[in-house]
């Protein structure tokens, strides 16, 4: 029997603001000393106030945006009911009838092209604290109790456990871009939960949906939706049925185990959060927000394609990262009028030289010491033929280490090309003398030869001389 | 009336409540007589009346994203009825 698979996935994101979401102790809690962030607020102490964080819901707005919802003005904090040792307040204040965002979508790459996944809805909530299994007890810190959380919904559209991984990564990269979150998941500050049911591709019978849990990487969204499209398939193959019920992801076996049996909506009887009145958003301000907004991978990649040319693997590797896709268009501005500095040739620049170096060193972008500008120049320098790309690789090393500008590092080192025939031909005439057999060859008709003679003129100029002027000095040369 | 047996079983669950025959009993008529006043209100035509989520005349209530001081840790466990001295201490739970 076929069965095709029908993913829907809920992400949380944790957001990057300072404060908590409804008191003003400190949203860190990695690496924190437990239940030192902590305030009557978020330890759920009777007549304690929670009041929104303002940056919060300028963050859900601003990834609204980029997951093309539309921004709800007027929207409505909830109580979500249910007990459990990391929740001090017996509720969770988050959303449910009246989200700040429904209706959006995010467009993912896959083998077979470029596939839409719709956005349900996304919406503000507050994460729970932390629970520490030690012998007969637990232990519950509370630090990370009351910081924003992002709940972002798709709707039943993945089809994969490859589709699964390029949209959690695709999140990942906007949240990265609008500065909202680390998206860190193996810091939890990413979480993914996904509904799959297998769908039977015969009669297009819906199978019963199961909840899969405790994702923690990139790469167990990616095994956990295999491992579990694998077993219901097996079972139903077999005559078996499927339960609705949670299962964890066992990332050390590889494999989901049963959690427990699902609570429905109505267990959680939320309600209007009492103490928080609603949101009623002026549109300027969203109108503000969305003008803000930097401009998103999607944009940027299909700008170099189209508008510079860029391959699409190219443009995708420079788009991949906001800091460096801005390096590159602050090079590619600073290159405007140069007509023989092409995007492209900063491009195979950034993604060359540039990576190479800082995977060499282990540097972040954002602490590089070479300019857009600087770059620029450099090649600049190749283009006009002062020196040659054996060089300019020489001088983008001592660039990337010191900061320094190009052009007094050409002159520090000497490295300056020889480019006039005339400084070329005398060294050309005494390669020739001294190397008579390759001569002869070469003029016998074996024009690969002319590689190793050009190369005795590189080493005799130490790496300086124009290679393309050497060899047709060379050719001139052996033709009289 | 409104409440069924079950209802109240399935409430008291959830509210992590034991209760007596006699109790399940009352509940299941009081719960009834809230839901039945309820009711009345519902016979009201509000057509073109908005839902309400809040009675108070307020709305964009907000603060801005800055930090202010925490309770001390000792604060924080004063009236926990068990700790390990840092955090809240409770018997164990498993997923
Ligand atoms: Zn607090």
Known sequence: MNYEPVIGMEVHIELDTRSKMFCSCSAQFFGIEPNTNVCPVCLGMPGALPVINKRAVEFTIMTGLALNCQIQRHSVFARKNYFYPDLPKGYQISQYELPLCLNGYVDIQTEAGPKRIRVRRAHLEEDTGKLTHVGEHSLVDLNRAGVPLLEIVTEADIHSAEEAYAYVTKLRQLVRYLGVSTGDMEKGAMRCEVNLSLKNAESGEWGTKVEVKNLNSFRAVRNAIAYEIERQTQVLNSGGTIEQVTMGWDESNGRTVLQRTKEGDTGYRYFPEPDLPPLDLEQAWIDDIAAALPELPDAKLARYTGDYGLPAADAAVLAEDRAVAEFFDAAVAAATNEVDVSPKLISNWVSGELFRRLSESGADISAVKITPEQLVSLIKLVAGNTINQSAAKKVFGVMFDSGRAPQNIVEELGLQQISSADALRPIAQQVIAEHPGPVEQFKSGKEGIINFLVGQIMRATRGKADPKLAEQTLRDLMQD | ?95
């Open chain 2, 1 to 95: 009336m409104a409440i069924s047996r079950q209802d109240v079983l399935t409430i008291a669950k959830l509210a992590r409540l034991t209760l007596t025959e006699d109790e399940i009993n009352m509940f299941q008529e009081q719960l009834s007589d809230v839901l039945e006043y309820a009711a009345q209100l519902q016979t009201l035509d509000t057509t073109g009346v908005p839902p309400t989520a809040s009675a108070l005349p307020l709305n964009n209530v907000m603060r801005s994203d800055e930090v202010a001081l925490s309770l001390d840790n000792e604060d924080a466990l004063a009236n926990a009825p068990d700790s390990d001295g840092r955090s809240f201490r409770v018997k164990a739970v498993l997923d």
